[in-house]
């Protein structure tokens, strides 16, 4: 089983609105990564979590809240986001930590958020 | 920092051999992916290489050279399904993978 699993696959929401997307993962992968892409650009990294630690955050605004509740488990709660937030936000899995010999990422389908 | 280039767009023909160059500049380098992204869907990991020289998977390969900065993916046999986008990644010493913008690869019959 090589799969992420990101629920909701699309969540429309408003700048006052309160929603969390939700990943999942079972193959074991003690790292965890949160990233947001725009039509026709890379993912751009947002949080890690290695060992249910979050060990990298790319200077994220306040608005995105991570937490990782086990090790299977990543959630991203979002509150008062804007606009511009609307992009497709994908999750990864990787056996080992960001620079550890097992860091081939796996990635689920991505939740579609759009900010009205 | 990191800088990384690709090109933006390729257009090859079904049956043909491709080649999708990506080129960086990194301090520390550790590392190099290739992932294949279609519209609308993740990411899926196809190689990855780490000391000079050529990966074969299959139809896929992917070269790279440390002292040149300079990888690339290879394609052979097209097919029309092979259309997506083919995003080179580079691992840092500090662990992290920053993504280039992705090649948009077009199979015509």
């Known amino acids: 089983d090589t799969e992420v699993t990101q629920t909701p696959k699309h969540l429309v929401m408003g700048m006052t609105n309160k929603k969390s997307l939700k990943c999942e993962q079972h193959m074991g992968h003690r790292a965890m990564y949160w990233y947001k892409q725009k039509a026709k650009k890379p993912p751009e990294l947002m949080f890690v979590?290695?060992?249910?630690?979050?060990?990298i955050n790319e200077s994220v605004p306040s608005r995105f809240s991570p937490e990782c509740p086990n090790s299977s488990l990543l959630n991203l709660h979002l509150h008062a986001l804007q606009p511009e937030d609307s992009a497709l936000y994908l999750c990864a899995s990787s056996q080992t930590p960001p620079g550890g010999g097992g860091d081939i990422q796996y990635f689920g389908a991505g939740t579609r958020l759009s900010v009205l | 920092g990191q800088n990384i280039d690709q090109p933006t767009e390729m257009t090859a023909t079904e049956g043909a051999i491709v080649q999708i160059n990506c080129t960086y500049q990194t301090s520390g380098f550790n590392g190099l992916f290739w992932y294949q992204q279609h519209a609308g869907e993740a990411p899926t990991f196809l190689s990855y290489n780490v000391l000079d020289g050529l990966e074969e998977k299959g139809r896929f390969s992917s070269f790279l050279s440390r002292s040149k900065g300079y990888s690339y993916l290879l394609l052979k046999e097209l097919q029309m399904k092979d259309s997506a986008s083919y995003l080179c990644a580079v691992r840092a010493n500090a662990g992290k993978s920053t993504f280039g913008d992705g090649t948009t690869l077009t199979v015509k019959p």
């Open positions: 979590y290695s060992y249910e630690k979050l060990s």
